[in-house]
């Protein structure tokens, strides 16, 4: 349902935000909710939050979403404060609502609804500009991880099944196929068969954990670098966002899918993968960052498999964007005809690059202390 501004301000009201309500205009650029910022006039100063209405068709479970969230902010916001350090911009905050306390809207008319402080003086970047900003955002997924480790409370909810389970990713791809439901399949024969000859290759993450080598963790699970906020002044990271997928996960999932962002020299979409090769000097910044965000918990497989896993992400994900084209564009919200097979193709001439450049990226971890 279109939400016109008027709307907006009514729904930013039934939360605890202060002030005179202003404006609520769209912001970001992201594929799955819907994102607005809230400005209030506070006794004359401009103060701004973010308001979100979650896209329940993909995260079917919001309640047990939002319980996710408020236990993984509260853990953090809490280890901050014990260690005496600065925590109203290292974690998201979110906004209660005026009538209850409870920290989402579910209306059946209106949606599901939550709202968070704005953090200022940051921003995310959706193309990684240079290597400093790749080992910011890194080291700042990677610490993350690593104040989460301790966690004990209840246990999180799976907010998407499977959801890095490349097997099955595979597995869907393959149903599409056979469904076919728009004969879209006989336009992509080429990427068909480029995803099904790196079966072995989906299994490499599931298979290894299988065998108890590479352990379960608290993981973000999405961490396309656009997903943590950066200092304007300092270029620091200062704050992992968007966190809708956080759950029992792999640290190598994890990394997987910033290289998968990071070394790609292209926009995501980009139809001309002719100038297609992962770049290198991104990739051992990736590196660098997430074993210092992570403080040498990283197991030495871990470490041995950050190439493969970078290899494996792209592989996956340009997988769901060809399983996605196939049956409709039904998941990633898409601009253009064809987009989400652009993707694709996209993704897959990453993956080419990655596994031809895979023993010189094994020489920058090796050098990396």
Same mark, same amino acid.
């Given at each position: 349902?279109?939400?016109?501004?008027?709307?907006?301000?009514?729904?930013?009201?039934?939360?605890?935000?202060?002030?005179?309500?202003?404006?609520?205009?769209?912001?970001?650029?992201?594929?799955?909710?819907?994102?607005?910022?809230?400005?209030?006039?506070?006794?004359?100063?401009?103060?701004?939050?973010?308001?979100?209405?979650?896209?329940?068709?993909?995260?079917?479970?919001?309640?047990?979403?939002?319980?996710?969230?408020?236990?993984?902010?509260?853990?953090?916001?809490?280890?901050?404060?014990?260690?005496?350090?600065?925590?109203?911009?290292?974690?998201?905050?979110?906004?209660?609502?005026?009538?209850?306390?409870?920290?989402?809207?579910?209306?059946?008319?209106?949606?599901?609804?939550?709202?968070?402080?704005?953090?200022?003086?940051?921003?995310?970047?959706?193309?990684?500009?240079?290597?400093?900003?790749?080992?910011? $955002?890194?080291? #700042?997924?990677?610490?993350?991880?690593? %104040?989460?480790?301790?966690?004990? &409370?209840? +246990? *999180?909810?799976?907010?998407?099944?499977?959801?890095?389970?490349?097997?099955?990713?595979?597995?869907?791809?393959?149903?599409?196929?056979?469904?076919?439901?728009?004969?879209?399949?006989?336009?992509?024969?080429?990427?068909?068969?480029?995803?099904?000859?790196?079966?072995?290759?989906?299994?490499?993450?599931?298979?290894?954990?299988?065998?108890?080598?590479?352990?379960?963790?608290?993981?973000?699970?999405?961490?396309?670098?656009?997903?943590?906020?950066?200092?304007? $002044?300092?270029? #620091?990271?200062?704050?992992?966002?968007? %966190?809708?997928?956080?759950?029992? &996960?792999? +640290? *190598?999932?994890?990394?997987?899918?910033?290289?998968?962002?990071?070394?790609?020299?292209?926009?995501?979409?980009?139809?001309?993968?002719?100038?297609?090769?992962?770049?290198?000097?991104?990739?051992?910044?990736?590196?660098?960052?997430?074993?210092?965000?992570?403080?040498?918990?990283?197991?030495?497989?871990?470490?041995?498999?950050?190439?493969?896993?970078?290899?494996?992400?792209?592989?996956?994900?340009?997988?769901?964007?060809?399983?996605?084209?196939?049956?409709?564009?039904?998941?990633?919200?898409?601009?253009?005809?064809?987009?989400?097979?652009?993707?694709?193709?996209?993704?897959?001439?990453?993956?080419?690059?990655?596994?031809?450049?895979?023993?010189?990226?094994?020489?920058?971890?090796?050098?990396?202390?």
């Amino acid at each position: 349902m279109p939400v016109d501004a008027s709307l907006l301000l009514d729904i930013a009201r039934r939360f605890q935000v202060l002030g005179d309500l202003l404006s609520a205009v769209p912001y970001g650029t992201g594929h799955i909710n819907d994102t607005y910022v809230v400005t209030c006039d506070q006794a004359g100063e401009p103060v701004r939050y973010l308001l979100q209405r979650l896209n329940t068709k993909i995260f079917k479970t919001p309640r047990g979403l939002m319980k996710n969230i408020e236990e993984v902010t509260g853990h953090i916001r809490g280890k901050l404060k014990r260690q005496g350090e600065p925590f109203t911009r290292r974690v998201l905050t979110l906004v209660p609502l005026a009538d209850s306390g409870v920290c989402f809207l579910d209306d059946p008319e209106l949606g599901f609804w939550r709202c968070y402080l704005f953090i200022e003086g940051a921003r995310t970047y959706d193309v990684i500009e240079r290597v400093e900003q790749a080992f910011e $955002a890194a080291k #700042a997924f990677g610490a993350f991880q690593s %104040l989460l480790a301790d966690y004990e &409370g209840p +246990s *999180l909810h799976e907010t998407i099944p499977d959801f890095h389970h490349t097997p099955k990713r595979l597995a869907a791809l393959k149903a599409a196929v056979a469904e076919d439901p728009l004969g879209r399949a006989r336009d992509c024969e080429a990427d068909i068969l480029f995803a099904l000859e790196r079966a072995p290759l989906a299994g490499r993450l599931v298979g290894l954990q299988a065998e108890g080598a590479i352990p379960e963790r608290i993981t973000h699970n999405d961490t396309k670098l656009n997903n943590v906020m950066l200092d304007d $002044a300092t270029g #620091a990271g200062v704050c992992v966002i968007d %966190l809708d997928t956080v759950m029992p &996960g792999l +640290s *190598l999932c994890d990394f997987g899918d910033m290289v998968r962002t990071a070394c790609n020299p292209l926009a995501e979409d980009d139809p001309d993968t002719s100038r297609m090769v992962a770049r290198g000097d991104m990739f051992e910044a990736l590196a660098s960052g997430y074993l210092q965000g992570t403080g040498g918990a990283l197991l030495p497989v871990e470490r041995e498999h950050l190439v493969v896993a970078g290899q494996l992400l792209t592989y996956e994900c340009g997988t769901r964007f060809l399983t996605d084209y196939l049956l409709g564009d039904t998941y990633f919200r898409t601009h253009r005809p064809a987009q989400n097979l652009d993707r694709a193709r996209n993704q897959f001439a990453l993956v080419r690059s990655l596994e031809s450049q895979e023993e010189a990226f094994m020489g920058r971890i090796r050098n990396l202390v």
